[in-house]
């Protein structure tokens, strides 16, 4: 069977919400439920979180699960994850977002499946249904738009496809208008990214590329240097913690059963 590795890169600093990976979840540090959630993959076999700072790897350390420290120094996630698989025998490797702490293994099983049957693809990832105009509209949230085959043709910040005969005001003033463009199946991005383990590592070689710089969105490196990523639309609602705000989103989630 093909060793699979689940590596989630977490790191103290962050611009929007320092300390993030160790934000307060009902009494759990939000690493662990992210870490617990990959745990229930019936694909990955190993778990390792990834991170620069002391304080993660030993809380990590304190829940019983696997973390090893990285450099400091990487610009992006990607950076991290990819240190740490070159010194692993696994031919896939599963790049979980450690501000995803709603994710659960069935979720990201679906994202490693094509690669297991289709030995052409290189990378994949996941994507869910917009249902509320505010994912929509977020800068915060990333946004994705596919060919018919269901390969990437563009990731952004932005609304993206965008009504050329419509403005922003108009779209928001009028709830038939909203309705409608909801139903035309608008694409927001979660944070998880497989890779078999060699394109994984020649990704982290290639320079970050205009369009990435621009937009600071990773797979545009993939897209802008010619190869594909195949996104699996999923049933899944993520709840991602880019700022503090967020975490009482998730709790109120979580209690809501």
Do not use: C
Not at 30 to 38: K, P
Not at 79 to 108: C, F, H, T, Y
């Amino acid at each position: 069977m093909m060793k699979i590795t689940a590596i989630i890169p977490a790191r103290y600093g962050s611009t929007r919400f320092e300390g993030k990976p160790l934000a307060d979840i009902l009494g759990k540090p939000m690493i662990q439920w992210v870490y617990q959630g990959v745990h229930q993959s019936k694909l990955i076999g190993e778990v390792i979180v990834a991170t620069d700072d002391q304080r993660i790897l030993e809380t990590v350390q304190g829940f019983g699960g696997k973390a090893v420290m990285t450099s400091p120094d990487h610009p992006t996630g990607t950076d991290r994850v990819a240190e740490v698989a070159r010194k692993l025998r696994s031919e896939m490797i599963v790049n979980v977002q450690g501000d995803e702490p709603l994710i659960k293994g069935n979720i990201i099983d679906k994202a490693i499946r094509p690669l297991l049957s289709d030995a052409t693809l290189q990378m994949t990832t996941l994507m869910t249904r917009i249902r509320d105009i505010k994912d929509w509209l977020n800068p915060h949230q990333g946004k994705v738009v596919v060919d018919g085959k269901g390969f990437a043709l563009y990731f952004s910040r932005s609304p993206i496809p965008f009504p050329r005969d419509l403005t922003i005001d108009q779209i928001l003033s009028n709830p038939e208008m909203k309705g409608k463009l909801l139903s035309k199946k608008l694409f927001k991005t979660i944070g998880l990214y497989v890779y078999r383990r060699g394109f994984l590592l020649k990704l982290a070689k290639m320079k970050p590329t205009p369009l990435e710089r621009l937009e600071k969105l990773e797979q545009l490196r993939v897209l802008e240097n010619g190869y594909k990523i195949k996104v699996i639309p999923v049933d899944y609602e993520p709840i991602g913690v880019d700022v503090p705000t967020d975490i009482p989103k998730v709790i109120a989630y979580l209690t809501q059963g």
